[in-house]
């Protein structure tokens, strides 16, 4: 049983992902190979049994820690409303090696997209560097220019929770009225 289970299961949620299977040792492999970084082992131990999970009947949201100075988000909801799995042909909507790839170029070059809400903000993973294992919000409409090459920094970037461990004992669920 997974230390999350419990927790999870009080979101009352449900797989978005047909193809979303529990992925094998070789899969998580390959998916490190590909970012060129280790998974922090609670996030691996999530990614093994929630990966394409969603809220149901409620929402999920988390708040923001620390923002960047100047912005005055500390405390702002986030929304978090599916979290991205590995699909047996790693293309498409919620599949965690694809959004990356579609992302990597617009946001730190350590980051990797491990939920979406509704608007096409993502909620990030460091997996290097000094902030490694800290989970981030993503702020597509805040995006800064940068040249080709050169890596986007953090002034979108609002900081969640320093592990992902935190971050989802950090989740607030609000059932649906019905």
């Not at 299977?21 to 390959?30: G, H, R």
């Not at 500390?74 to 090696?97: C, R, T």
């Not at 940068?146 to 989740?171: K, R």
């Amino acid at each position: 049983m997974s230390r999350y289970q419990e927790r999870i299961e009080s979101f009352t949620g449900y797989c978005v992902c047909d193809d979303c299977k529990t992925p094998t040792e070789e899969q998580l492999q390959a998916v490190e190979r590909e970012i060129g970084a280790v998974l922090p082992a609670d996030y691996r131990e999530f990614l093994t049994h929630y990966g394409g999970y969603a809220a149901y009947s409620g929402s999920l949201s988390s708040r923001i820690l620390k923002a960047f100075p100047g912005a005055d988000f500390i405390g702002e909801e986030v929304p978090v409303n599916v979290f991205l799995g590995i699909k047996e042909d790693s293309s498409g909507a919620y599949d965690l090696l694809s959004t990356y790839y579609c992302f990597r170029e617009r946001m730190p070059f350590n980051f990797l997209p491990i939920a979406i809400d509704l608007l096409g903000n993502m909620i990030c993973l460091a997996v290097s560097g000094e902030d490694q294992g800290s989970v981030y919000y993503w702020d597509r409409e805040c995006e800064e220019d940068v040249d080709e090459g050169e890596e986007p920094g953090y002034s979108n970037v609002y900081l969640l929770a320093i592990s992902f461990d935190e971050f989802i004992n950090m989740l607030q669920f609000e059932r649906e009225e019905e």
